[in-house]
Nanobody
Framework: QVQLVESGGGSVQAGGSLRLSCAAS????????MGWFRQAPGMEREGVAT???????TYADSVKGRFTISKDSAKNTLYLQMNSLKPEDTAMYSC?????????????????????WGQGTQVTVSS
């Protein structure tokens, strides 16, 4: 059973930084593509960044150069380092694991490829 628990959200001014964490089992981190998604009020959920089993990454264009996804299997944790935050980054951020057989060498960024979700953590960026 895949269980994911996020932490690290909060409020920050534009230009600031936050690091999100997602606790998962070592098996999950090692064998599944993992990702971060976000959903702003009234908007559809969108992929932010994903990481494959061997560390390859995919980023949404809107966060390239500002966000970094990583994982530490020894600590059983997935991370999202967010720098140069903008008000438009405000959203509920969720950690996710891909569905079986959906983890490719280049990890997918589509919501339809992910089947396991955490409860989410709120990120609010003020101008």
């Amino acid at each position: 059973q895949v269980q994911l628990v996020e932490s690290g959200g909060g409020s920050v001014q534009a230009g600031g930084s936050l690091r999100l964490s997602c606790a998962a089992s070592r098996y999950t981190l090692t064998n599944y593509c993992m990702g971060w998604f976000r959903q702003a009020p009234g908007m559809e959920r969108e992929g932010v960044a994903t990481i494959g089993r061997y560390g390859t990454t995919t980023y949404a264009d809107s966060v390239k150069g500002r966000f970094t996804i990583s994982k530490d299997s020894a600590k059983n944790t997935l991370y999202l380092q967010m720098n140069s935050l903008k008000p438009e980054d405000t959203a509920m951020y969720s950690c996710a694991a891909a569905k079986p057989f959906r983890c490719t060498l280049v990890p997918p960024l589509g919501e339809q490829d992910f089947g396991y979700w955490g409860q989410g953590t709120q990120v609010t960026v003020s101008s």
